[in-house]
């Protein structure tokens, strides 16, 4: 089971970026997918996941209206579009699968070890001028 987080990049501040997570290793349609972020000296935080089996789509109160959590399950891939980025965003962005069909995105805040892995390495995104 592999997630590879990419497309990370300095970008200025009201900016676009799309990371790009590349799956591989289990079925894709089956399991939520999560992006989290952690800034140097933060907690890590969730900001969106998608189960789109079960209809569900979360946002972290920080990112909504500006981040779009997307997927195309043929490709294996999983997308998340920021826009309208600020100084805040900056972090290191991590895309985890939920650990078994069964979990959603109800877990974004806490125990979230427990509920999403494996973590990789991450995609870091810079916002400044």
């Known amino acids: 089971v592999q997630l590879q987080a990419s497309g990370g990049g300095l970008v200025q501040p009201g900016g676009s970026l799309r990371l790009s997570c590349e799956t591989s290793?289990?079925?894709?349609?089956?399991?939520?997918i999560a992006w989290f972020r952690q800034a140097p000296g933060n907690e890590r935080e969730g900001v969106a996941c998608?189960?789109?089996?079960?209809?569900?789509?979360r946002y972290a109160d920080s990112v909504r209206g500006r981040f779009t959590i997307s997927r195309d399950n043929t490709r294996n891939t999983v997308w998340l579009q920021m826009d309208s980025l600020i100084p805040g965003d900056t972090a290191t962005y991590y895309c985890?699968?939920?650990?078994?069909?069964?979990?959603?995105?109800?877990?974004?805040?806490?125990?979230?070890?427990?509920?999403?892995?494996?973590w990789g390495q991450g995609t870091l995104v810079t916002v400044s001028s």
């Open positions: 290793g289990f079925n894709l349609d089956e399991y939520a």
């Open positions: 998608d189960r789109t089996s079960a209809g569900s789509t």
């Open positions: 985890v699968k939920g650990r078994n069909r069964s979990i959603g995105c109800s877990h974004l805040r806490d125990d979230y070890y427990r509920y999403y892995g494996p």
